[in-house]
């Protein structure tokens, strides 16, 4: 029997990540569809991870010849496969999809002859299914525009992208469709915004699709990104400056002084301790600022 949708996945060195979403595909009520994983050359075991689940659920695995951002690797894999299937669906590697996810979803738009639809959501982190309190959830009685908007006050990316589609309203939006900013982020924004003033969509009034916890984008209600940003950075400010203090005074006070010993041991332990948060706030503001 064909398989009547096609699921599109861009990978890139995600052997830590995958294998929940493969779960989470294995276990799906409906069977009738086609991975298509895309792999950006990982230097990991991606490939071997995925290989692993070809006899449970049915994957075509293509080794991409260069190197490309995400935007440009999903054309490829909608024009060259997923565009063949009568629905499309894109997937991240790091995220995960209740058993019925497919079924109701694809049920949703056979029954309203609807052009994409898509499911509310709920976060997850490595141990869990969690619920963020005060963070924003898609919801059946906010319309779809209302929906992008709040989470983007929230969040740089849109999960409303990951539904599923009839391919040929998918082909189209492709076809005629150019971001102003080509980054991840900004591309799937973009993206189911020009569709969602074009297409006909619903959502399933059910969480059935859950969206990894990332601490590093999961910011106060009040704030905006740049106001964390800037936080982070002014953070990283003020320990450069008692580091700087710290060593001035350490060595005018050691100058004369014969417990010089004891003095290199204090200033050995206190400037590691300074260093590991420094550290941890470099590493924060890295992820912070991902797309």
Do not use: C
């Amino acid at each position: 029997m064909k398989n009547i949708l096609g699921i599109g996945l861009n990978t890139w060195n995600s052997q830590k990540e995958i294998a929940t979403l493969l779960n989470s595909l294995v276990k799906q009520k409906f069977k009738k569809f086609t991975l298509y994983l895309l792999d950006n050359r990982s230097i990991d075991k991606t490939v071997e991870i995925t290989k692993k689940y070809k006899k449970k659920i049915k994957i075509k695995i293509i080794v991409d010849t260069q190197r490309r951002d995400i935007p440009s690797a999903q054309k490829k894999l909608f024009f060259n496969h997923l565009k063949k299937h009568k629905y499309s669906m894109f997937v991240n590697d790091d995220d995960k999809y209740h058993h019925e996810y497919i079924q109701k979803v694809l049920d949703k738009i056979e029954t309203e002859k609807l052009d994409m639809a898509y499911s509310e959501y709920n976060m997850f982190n490595k141990k869990k299914i969690i619920n963020i309190k005060n963070y924003p959830l898609y919801n059946s009685t906010d319309g779809h525009f209302k929906n992008v908007i709040k989470f983007l006050t929230y969040r740089n990316v849109v999960p409303i992208f990951f539904g599923i589609y009839r391919s040929k309203t998918l082909e189209d939006t492709l076809s005629h469709y150019t971001p102003i900013l080509n980054s991840k982020s900004n591309y799937d924004n973009q993206f189911i915004l020009h569709y969602l003033s074009k297409y006909k969509v619903g959502i399933v009034n059910k969480k059935l699709f859950y969206y990894r916890q990332k601490n590093r984008l999961i910011i106060d209600k009040n704030k905006g990104d740049y106001k964390v940003i800037y936080n982070q950075y002014r953070s990283l400010y003020v320990i450069f400056f008692i580091q700087f203090i710290f060593l001035k005074k350490f060595f005018i006070e050691i100058k004369n002084n014969q417990n010089f010993n004891l003095f290199k041991k204090i200033f050995i332990f206190f400037f590691i301790i300074l260093i590991f948060f420094q550290k941890t706030l470099s590493y924060n503001f890295k992820f912070l600022t991902r797309n």
